[in-house]
């Protein structure tokens, strides 16, 4: 069993940045590759940016490649998302989510994933 928790959210201009952190507790945070997922009023969670196991890999949603990074410190058991340059766009309740997989993999669909944060809104103003 793992407990995750996010935070970082809030409101921001277009333009601005949030960090997000996603604290887990429970198995060994190592053992899971870590991924954050948004989800928009009306529309399916959509995969945002993922991170191997190691922290050795990673991988973005086009939409997002070259505004976001996300990172991990397995020691604090905790990884981030710094998001850049936010559009309206962006605007969405964001999940993190752990999956129990190979050390070099990073799903990208939701029900590769085992557990679930509560999520954290991002509200991006025009």
């Known amino acids: 069993q793992v407990q995750l928790v996010e935070s970082g959210g809030g409101l921001v201009q277009a333009g601005g940045s949030l960090k997000l952190s996603c604290t887990a507790s429970g198995r060994t945070f190592s053992s899971y590759a870590v991924g954050w997922f948004r989800q928009a009023p009306g529309k399916e969670r959509e995969f945002v940016a993922g991170i191997s196991r190691g922290g050795g890999r990673t991988n973005y949603a086009d939409s997002v490649k070259g505004r976001f990074t996300i990172s991990r410190d397995n020691a604090k058991s905790t990884n981030y998302l710094q998001m850049n340059s936010l559009k309206p766009e962006d605007t969405a309740v964001y999940y993190c989510?752990?999956?129990?997989?190979?050390?070099?993999?990073?799903?990208?669909?939701?029900?590769?994933?085992?557990?679930w944060g509560q999520g954290t809104q991002v509200t991006v103003s025009s």
């Open positions: 989510g752990v999956s129990v997989v190979g050390a070099y993999t990073i799903p990208a669909v939701s029900t590769m994933y085992d557990y």
